[in-house]
Nanobody, 127 residues
Framework: QVQLVESGGGLVQAGDSLTLSCAAS????????VGWFRQAPEQEHEFVAA????????NYADSVKGRFTISRDSAKNTVYLQMNSLKPEDTAVYYC????????????????????WGQGTQVTVSS
Protein backbone atom coordinates (compact mmCIF):
# COMPACT_ATOMS: atom_id res chain seq x y z
CA GLN A 1 0.00 0.00 0.00
CA VAL A 2 1.35 3.37 -1.00
CA GLN A 3 1.28 6.23 1.47
CA LEU A 4 1.42 9.76 0.13
CA VAL A 5 2.02 12.85 2.22
CA GLU A 6 1.72 16.33 0.75
CA SER A 7 3.36 19.38 2.22
CA GLY A 8 4.29 22.92 1.29
CA GLY A 9 0.90 24.58 1.11
CA GLY A 10 0.20 27.95 2.61
CA LEU A 11 -1.11 31.47 2.20
CA VAL A 12 0.60 33.59 -0.44
CA GLN A 13 -0.11 36.68 -2.47
CA ALA A 14 -0.92 36.77 -6.15
CA GLY A 15 2.26 36.54 -8.20
CA ASP A 16 4.14 34.60 -5.54
CA SER A 17 5.61 31.12 -5.89
CA LEU A 18 5.12 27.98 -3.87
CA THR A 19 6.48 24.45 -4.09
CA LEU A 20 4.42 21.49 -3.02
CA SER A 21 5.98 18.15 -2.13
CA CYS A 22 4.49 14.68 -2.27
CA ALA A 23 6.50 12.11 -0.33
CA ALA A 24 5.78 8.47 -1.14
CA SER A 25 6.39 5.40 1.00
CA UNK A 26 5.26 1.80 1.17
CA UNK A 27 6.02 0.99 -2.42
CA UNK A 28 8.88 1.16 -4.86
CA UNK A 29 8.83 4.77 -5.95
CA UNK A 30 10.24 4.00 -9.37
CA UNK A 31 7.06 2.08 -10.24
CA UNK A 32 4.79 5.02 -9.53
CA UNK A 33 3.29 7.49 -11.95
CA VAL A 34 2.12 10.53 -10.00
CA GLY A 35 -0.37 13.29 -10.52
CA TRP A 36 -1.51 16.46 -8.79
CA PHE A 37 -5.15 17.41 -8.54
CA ARG A 38 -6.88 20.26 -6.77
CA GLN A 39 -10.32 20.93 -5.38
CA ALA A 40 -11.68 24.39 -4.75
CA PRO A 41 -14.67 24.86 -2.44
CA GLU A 42 -17.88 23.46 -3.91
CA GLN A 43 -16.08 22.31 -7.05
CA GLU A 44 -15.02 18.98 -8.45
CA HIS A 45 -11.47 17.67 -8.38
CA GLU A 46 -9.48 19.23 -11.19
CA PHE A 47 -6.44 17.72 -12.84
CA VAL A 48 -3.36 19.91 -12.48
CA ALA A 49 -0.26 18.02 -13.59
CA ALA A 50 1.13 14.52 -13.98
CA UNK A 51 4.49 12.87 -14.42
CA UNK A 52 5.36 9.45 -15.74
CA UNK A 53 7.09 6.72 -13.83
CA UNK A 54 10.30 7.43 -15.65
CA UNK A 55 9.98 11.18 -15.26
CA UNK A 56 10.42 11.84 -18.96
CA UNK A 57 6.77 12.58 -19.70
CA UNK A 58 4.64 15.28 -18.15
CA ASN A 59 1.20 16.75 -18.74
CA TYR A 60 -0.41 19.94 -17.50
CA ALA A 61 -3.85 21.43 -17.35
CA ASP A 62 -4.20 24.41 -19.67
CA SER A 63 -4.93 26.63 -16.69
CA VAL A 64 -1.46 26.04 -15.21
CA LYS A 65 0.65 25.42 -18.29
CA GLY A 66 3.68 27.68 -18.31
CA ARG A 67 3.31 28.51 -14.62
CA PHE A 68 3.54 25.12 -12.87
CA THR A 69 6.25 22.48 -13.17
CA ILE A 70 6.05 18.90 -11.95
CA SER A 71 9.22 16.96 -11.23
CA ARG A 72 10.39 13.94 -9.28
CA ASP A 73 13.41 13.04 -7.19
CA SER A 74 13.93 9.30 -6.95
CA ALA A 75 16.58 9.66 -4.26
CA LYS A 76 14.00 11.32 -2.01
CA ASN A 77 10.92 9.38 -3.18
CA THR A 78 9.27 12.72 -3.72
CA VAL A 79 7.34 14.49 -6.45
CA TYR A 80 7.27 18.26 -6.53
CA LEU A 81 4.90 20.82 -7.95
CA GLN A 82 6.60 24.16 -8.47
CA MET A 83 3.94 26.85 -8.76
CA ASN A 84 4.88 30.27 -10.08
CA SER A 85 2.85 33.39 -10.81
CA LEU A 86 0.08 32.18 -8.54
CA LYS A 87 -3.40 33.55 -9.05
CA PRO A 88 -6.38 33.73 -6.68
CA GLU A 89 -8.11 31.11 -8.84
CA ASP A 90 -5.35 28.67 -7.91
CA THR A 91 -6.75 28.59 -4.38
CA ALA A 92 -7.69 25.01 -3.54
CA VAL A 93 -6.73 21.91 -1.62
CA TYR A 94 -4.02 20.19 -3.62
CA TYR A 95 -3.79 16.41 -3.64
CA CYS A 96 -1.16 14.11 -5.03
CA UNK A 97 -2.11 10.70 -6.34
CA UNK A 98 -0.15 7.68 -7.50
CA UNK A 99 -0.55 4.52 -9.50
CA UNK A 100 1.84 1.64 -10.08
CA UNK A 101 2.45 1.09 -13.75
CA UNK A 102 4.68 -0.94 -16.03
CA UNK A 103 4.90 1.94 -18.48
CA UNK A 104 7.80 4.31 -17.95
CA UNK A 105 6.30 6.94 -20.24
CA UNK A 106 2.57 7.01 -19.66
CA UNK A 107 1.03 9.88 -17.75
CA UNK A 108 -2.40 9.66 -16.16
CA UNK A 109 -4.69 12.67 -16.15
CA UNK A 110 -7.98 11.22 -14.95
CA UNK A 111 -8.86 11.05 -11.28
CA UNK A 112 -10.32 7.57 -11.70
CA UNK A 113 -7.03 6.19 -12.94
CA UNK A 114 -5.30 6.74 -9.62
CA UNK A 115 -5.42 4.30 -6.74
CA UNK A 116 -3.58 6.05 -3.93
CA TRP A 117 -4.20 9.55 -2.64
CA GLY A 118 -2.68 11.87 -0.09
CA GLN A 119 -4.59 13.88 2.48
CA GLY A 120 -4.17 17.19 0.68
CA THR A 121 -2.53 20.51 1.42
CA GLN A 122 -4.26 23.89 1.33
CA VAL A 123 -3.04 26.60 -1.00
CA THR A 124 -4.59 30.03 -0.62
CA VAL A 125 -3.69 32.88 -2.95
CA SER A 126 -4.82 36.34 -1.95
CA SER A 127 -5.35 39.13 -4.45
Amino acid sequence: QVQLVESGGGLVQAGDSLTLSCAASGSTFSWLAVGWFRQAPEQEHEFVAAISRGGGSTNYADSVKGRFTISRDSAKNTVYLQMNSLKPEDTAVYYCAAISTFSSRQVFTSRGQYVNWGQGTQVTVSS
